[in-house]
C-alpha cells in the first residue's frame, strides 16, 4: 500500500499540469450534461403544465361533477333535463374535435405552412407521431352526433382522449415551430426558400397566368423528396393561384 501512494504522489508531482487541461474538460461536460438535463426538465414541465392547463378547461364537462353539483343543491333532475345536458356537452366537444382536425388540416392542406413547418406533417417526429395516435383514439371514441345514446363513462373517456389529443397537438406545434427547417441540409433549406419564393409569385395576383402556372410546377418541383405533399394540398394551392390556370403547352 505504501509503494501505492508513493507512486501516485510521483505521478502527481511529475505530470502535474494536466490538470490545466483535465479539469476544463471534465468541467465542460458536466455544464453540457447539466444544459441537457435543465432541457428535458423544462420540456417535462411545459406537457404537464399544458395537459393541466387543458383539463382545466373541460373539468367542467365532467358528468360526475356536474352529477355531484346537483346533489349537493338537492335538484332533482328527471331524464329529460339530463338528456339535454349530455347532448350540450358532446355538442361542445364535438365542437371542440372539429376545430383540432382543422387546425391540423391546416397543416396538411397549407403548402405555405408545410415549408414553414415541415415536422407538423412529418410522422416520423416523435411529438407529431404521439399527437396522430392521440387523435386516433378521439376519432375512434367520437360519437357519430349530439344526439348518439351514451353512457357517462363513455363521455368521460371520449372528453380525456380529446383533451390528450389537444395537448399533443399544442406540444408538436410547439416543437414544429422551434425547429423550423433545422432538419435539413444546407442545400435542401435552400431548396425551401426558393419553393417560398416561387409560392408568392404562384398566388399573386399582378402575375401573368402563365408565370402563375410556372411558379406553381415549380414549387412542387422544388418540394419533390424534401417534404411530402399530398394532392389535396396542391389543389388547394392550385385553386388559390387564380385558377383557371390556363392548360399546359403540348409536348
Not at 61 to 72: K, W
Request: no cysteine; net charge neutral; aromatic share 6%.
Amino acid at each position: 500500500m505504501a509503494e501505492f501512494w508513493t507512486g501516485l504522489w510521483q505521478f502527481a508531482g511529475s505530470y502535474w499540469w494536466l490538470i490545466f487541461f483535465i479539469g476544463p474538460a471534465i468541467g465542460g461536460g458536466a455544464k453540457a450534461l447539466e444544459r441537457s438535463s435543465k432541457r428535458r426538465h423544462q420540456r417535462r414541465l411545459e406537457i404537464i403544465r399544458a395537459k393541466a392547463e387543458a383539463k382545466g378547461l373541460l373539468r367542467a364537462e365532467s358528468p360526475t361533477a356536474v352529477d355531484g353539483a346537483r346533489s349537493a343543491s338537492g335538484a332533482a333532475a328527471d331524464d329529460t333535463g339530463e338528456d339535454l345536458g349530455t347532448r350540450a356537452r358532446m355538442q361542445r366537444l364535438l365542437e371542440a374535435h372539429d376545430g383540432l382536425t382543422h387546425r391540423w388540416l391546416e397543416y396538411e392542406l397549407d403548402v405555405a405552412k408545410l415549408i414553414a413547418y415541415p415536422a407538423m406533417s412529418d410522422g416520423r417526429q416523435p411529438l407529431t407521431a404521439a399527437f396522430l395516435r392521440a387523435k386516433k383514439v378521439a376519432d375512434g371514441l367520437r360519437p357519430a352526433s349530439e344526439r348518439e345514446r351514451i353512457t357517462p363513462a363513455d363521455l368521460a373517456a371520449y372528453r380525456d382522449a380529446l383533451t390528450d389529443a389537444e395537448v399533443a397537438f399544442d406540444v408538436a406545434e410547439r416543437e414544429a415551430r422551434r425547429l423550423s427547417d433545422r432538419g435539413f441540409s444546407e442545400p435542401e433549406r435552400r431548396r425551401l426558400d426558393t419553393a417560398k419564393r416561387l409560392l408568392n409569385v404562384a398566388i399573386d395576383e399582378a402575375a401573368t397566368p402563365a408565370e402563375r402556372r410556372t411558379a406553381y410546377e415549380r414549387v412542387r418541383a422544388e418540394l419533390d423528396g424534401l417534404i411530402a405533399v399530398s394532392d389535396e394540398a396542391m389543389e388547394r394551392l392550385a385553386e388559390r393561384s387564380a385558377l383557371q390556370l390556363p392548360p399546359a403547352a403540348p409536348n
